[in-house]
């Protein structure tokens, strides 16, 4: 499904390419949004508790259709088995957070002409894809006291082989841009992740064996490992996580953008009079 997604962008790029006006210059800028997780402490897509985000924007203008953007961004994730209506999530009580720092490079097409300077394309909706590299820790408070979960090895990761913690992922986005002047420009974005760990949440497959993992992490790690507090609830193999369905984050994004570059003059009106 995602090659199919991507190869049908390219084919509406490729019916484009043909008399596109070229536009020279670039665009800097910065925004501020929202971030939301999505795994398996949040398995039915709740907008509810999102995440501050921000960031700063370099875009390269191919073209009033195409262009190339660059982003560094910051964002907050979380999730907690406690705002889930399954039994077994409920029961299960875990709970994370995690901060983003990510590295995104996309290509945009927009459906319609956008040429800076101008009275006329000076608005389009964009639909864009893409490859971002980011770093992640999740994180649990519990009793005032902060862990971070991937030193304990909660689903019986041998020392040394705790899940990495920078990942990649797919883009797939799209959004609005409209200029409110020559040289400014508003753009308002939503973007999806798929990326290729499922660890963001630090649980994707089964519980351990509770006596190897107190012998190499200790108490804190069988405590983390099981918040469940019912005993008997996390018997080594049983499920944790879904390990078939990897994690996703999305942004949510309001930016503001300064246009470098040449400004094209208006054409002269041809009923001029001398």
Same mark, same amino acid.
């Given at each position: 499904m995602k090659f199919r997604f991507y190869l049908f962008i390219v084919?509406?790029?490729? *019916?484009?390419?043909? =008399?596109?006006?070229?536009?020279?210059? #670039?665009?800097?800028?910065?925004?501020?949004?929202?971030?939301?997780?999505?795994? !398996?402490?949040?398995?039915?897509?709740n907008l509810s508790k999102p995440g501050l985000s921000a960031g700063v924007n370099y +875009?390269?203008? #191919? =073209? !009033? +259709?195409?262009?190339? $953007?660059? @982003?560094? @961004?910051?964002?907050?994730?979380?999730? %907690? !088995?406690? !705002?889930?209506?399954?039994?077994?999530?409920?029961? +299960? =009580?875990?709970?994370?957070?995690?901060?983003?720092?990510? *590295?995104?490079?996309?290509?945009?097409?927009?459906?319609?002409?956008?040429?800076?300077?101008?009275?006329?394309d000076y608005f389009t909706p964009y639909i864009a894809v893409g490859l971002s590299i #980011?770093?992640?820790?999740?994180?649990?408070?519990? %009793?005032?006291?902060?862990?971070? *979960?991937?030193?304990?090895?909660?689903?019986?990761?041998?020392?040394?082989e705790e899940y990495f913690q920078f990942s990649s992922g797919l883009i797939t986005g799209g959004g609005i841009k409209?200029?409110? =002047?020559? $040289?400014? @420009?508003?753009n308002i974005e939503a973007s999806y992740r798929f990326i290729f760990t499922d660890y963001l949440d630090d649980v994707s497959t089964v519980y351990p064996n509770i006596g190897e993992l107190r012998s190499i992490r200790g108490e804190e790690g069988v405590m983390l490992s099981d918040r469940s507090g019912i005993p008997? #609830?996390?018997?080594?193999g049983k499920q944790r996580g879904n390990s078939r369905d990897s994690d996703k984050y999305s942004f949510f994004?309001? @930016?503001?953008?300064?246009?470098?570059? $040449?400004? %094209?003059?208006?054409?002269?009106?041809?009923?001029?009079?001398?």
């Amino acid at each position: 499904m995602k090659f199919r997604f991507y190869l049908f962008i390219v084919i509406i790029v490729s *019916l484009y390419s043909e =008399n596109l006006k070229s536009q020279d210059g #670039f665009e800097l800028g910065g925004w501020i949004g929202m971030s939301n997780y999505f795994g !398996d402490l949040n398995t039915t897509f709740n907008l509810s508790k999102p995440g501050l985000s921000a960031g700063v924007n370099y +875009r390269l203008l #191919f =073209n !009033d +259709r195409l262009a190339y $953007k660059a @982003s560094l @961004s910051f964002g907050s994730v979380r999730g %907690d !088995d406690n !705002d889930s209506s399954n039994p077994f999530e409920h029961d +299960r =009580n875990l709970s994370f957070r995690s901060p983003i720092y990510d *590295l995104t490079n996309q290509f945009e097409f927009n459906f319609l002409p956008y040429i800076h300077g101008t009275s006329t394309d000076y608005f389009t909706p964009y639909i864009a894809v893409g490859l971002s590299i #980011f770093y992640y820790n999740p994180t649990a408070e519990i %009793d005032g006291k902060k862990y971070n *979960l991937r030193e304990y090895g909660t689903e019986g990761q041998a020392l040394g082989e705790e899940y990495f913690q920078f990942s990649s992922g797919l883009i797939t986005g799209g959004g609005i841009k409209w200029d409110i =002047n020559h $040289k400014l @420009s508003v753009n308002i974005e939503a973007s999806y992740r798929f990326i290729f760990t499922d660890y963001l949440d630090d649980v994707s497959t089964v519980y351990p064996n509770i006596g190897e993992l107190r012998s190499i992490r200790g108490e804190e790690g069988v405590m983390l490992s099981d918040r469940s507090g019912i005993p008997g #609830f996390a018997i080594q193999g049983k499920q944790r996580g879904n390990s078939r369905d990897s994690d996703k984050y999305s942004f949510f994004s309001a @930016s503001l953008m300064y246009y470098f570059g $040449k400004l %094209d003059c208006p054409e002269v009106n041809r009923f001029s009079f001398k």
